[in-house]
């Protein structure tokens, strides 16, 4: 059970008293625990990155309305009685605020994108007001467009940098968060109008839009390094250029605006790409074990950062597996497959003698189809990353028939972030820092290889 929700006990806390809460947003998320709208989690951490689930969703929503949330039957056949959320869903349909899906379901245990938040939000909190809001990613004839709209114009979300709203990416636990603090509080709002009035203020015109290649990057008030860092920027943020003045350009990311070196900026992916991201592993195969380590737990974390960094670069991102469950092979392939994904990445760690070390990247290719070709330059550019993100020796790029990479109709690799048995790797891998120079290095080489295919 996560903090949104509470967990089995009904423990009141503070922002003071739970770890790893996102010190710009402490004034929300204190507010909502005030509130007992956020309750106790067992291990006392916020667990923000994670996801929200439909059922977490309707249960954090009924407790902000005040619902009632006694366990009980409800409409829809998928909704247990006995669920932690049945009280709160069913509330919440008896309110008009949810209406499940046409076939008669609410799949409670689907991950909830920020399209359908909005719909909760407008509904939980009756909007009314709609107002000239513009997303690049959400044109008028969206189906979206007028729940989007409402959140916006009543100061609920500003969008993402750059922006977009992404209405299919999924929502984190911060993110939902906020957007229930703010339909409860008008101090915490927003406002998209005050930050296009800012860019109107420049009378610049957007001349590009670009990703960043670092692991943080000073953004300054002008163009030298002499010049105050007035904001820093993360690996894979999006950014919108106005300006080019030598080596230096202005950008503008989310309130954010300044000059950075251009050095550190990519070409953003301008298709509509989709990767398909693979855990190795999971559930009933543990995978390699060694050092303290668990392949299928190692992995499954690199691959969660790793979709991070990918969907705030704008490419969009269908995980095979997001917990320790355990889907076939073809299984794997077939997830990515019927979700439309264009490529597919495979994230494992090795395992062999104690001596050896290092990252490798394979790819299989009978001949050099259109297809393989592309999955020996996708190998190749997460490979160059992630043996120096890692700064582990370089084993190189190899071809090699397993079968998520052989029998895949999409371009695909498999790519090995160090051994499980080797001590220097696998004292690696235990830290977050190198579990996020893996995320790093694989998304920014999808982001090398779909501004290869452009």
Do not use: C
């Not at 009904?10 to 007992?36: C, F, R, W």
């Not at 005040?66 to 829809?76: A, H, M, N, S």
């Not at 245990?109 to 007001?129: D, W």
């Not at 994230?347 to 592309?374: I, K, M, P, Q």
Request: aromatic fraction near 10%; avoid cysteine; charge should be negative.
């Amino acid at each position: 059970m996560s903090l949104i929700l509470g967990s089995t006990h009904d423990i009141k806390v503070s922002a003071s008293t739970v770890e790893g809460i996102p010190s710009e947003y402490e004034s929300e998320i204190t507010y909502l625990t005030d509130q007992s709208i956020i309750k106790g989690f067992p291990d006392g951490h916020f667990h923000g990155k994670e996801e929200v689930t439909r059922e977490q969703a309707a249960t954090m929503v009924g407790r902000a309305l005040g619902l009632d949330g006694k366990e009980r039957d409800t409409k829809f056949p998928d909704v247990s009685e006995e669920s932690f959320a049945s009280g709160f869903i069913q509330s919440a349909v008896e309110a008009g605020v949810i209406k499940g899906y046409p076939d008669g379901t609410y799949q409670p245990k689907s991950i909830m994108t920020r399209g359908e938040m909005a719909y909760l939000i407008s509904n939980a909190f009756k909007l009314k007001e709609t107002g000239d809001v513009s997303y690049h990613d959400v044109d008028e004839e969206s189906a979206v467009y007028q729940p989007v709209n409402l959140l916006t114009t009543a100061g609920i979300t500003e969008g993402t940098p750059g922006g977009y709203f992404m209405p299919e990416k999924t929502i984190t636990r911060t993110e939902f968060s906020l957007f229930v603090a703010r339909g409860l509080n008008s101090d915490f709002k927003v406002s998209q109008e005050k930050e296009e009035e800012e860019s109107k203020g420049e009378n610049l015109e957007v001349l590009s839009e670009k990703v960043v290649d670092a692991d943080f990057l000073n953004v300054r008030q002008g163009p030298g390094a002499n010049h105050n860092v007035v904001g820093k920027l993360m690996t894979g943020e999006t950014v919108s250029v106005y300006k080019e003045e030598g080596d230096w350009r202005y950008i503008q990311a989310g309130n954010v605006k300044g000059y950075v070196h251009s050095y550190y900026l990519l070409d953003k992916p301008e298709g509509d790409w989709k990767i398909a991201i693979d855990p190795g592993h999971g559930g009933k195969d543990p995978g390699a074990s060694a050092n303290g380590l668990i392949e299928k737990n190692v992995v499954l974390d690199v691959s969660l950062k790793a979709r991070e960094y990918i969907e705030n670069a704008g490419i969009n991102v269908v995980m095979t597996r997001q917990t320790d469950w355990y889907p076939s092979l073809d299984g794997r392939v077939a997830i990515a497959t019927k979700n439309d994904a264009d490529a597919f990445v495979s994230v494992h760690a090795n395992a062999f003698v104690s001596s050896a070390t290092g990252v490798e990247t394979f790819y299989y290719a009978a001949g050099l189809s259109d297809r393989e070709y592309a999955s020996v330059k996708l190998a190749t550019f997460i490979n160059e990353r992630l043996y120096k993100e890692m700064d582990m020796s370089n084993r190189g790029v190899k071809n090699v028939g397993y079968r998520v990479v052989k029998h895949n109709p999409l371009p695909a690799v498999l790519t090995e972030i160090g051994f499980l048995t080797n001590d220097e790797d696998s004292s690696k891998l235990k830290t977050d820092k190198y579990r996020e120079a893996a995320a790093r290095a694989i998304a920014m080489g999808i982001v090398d290889y779909y501004n290869w295919k452009e």
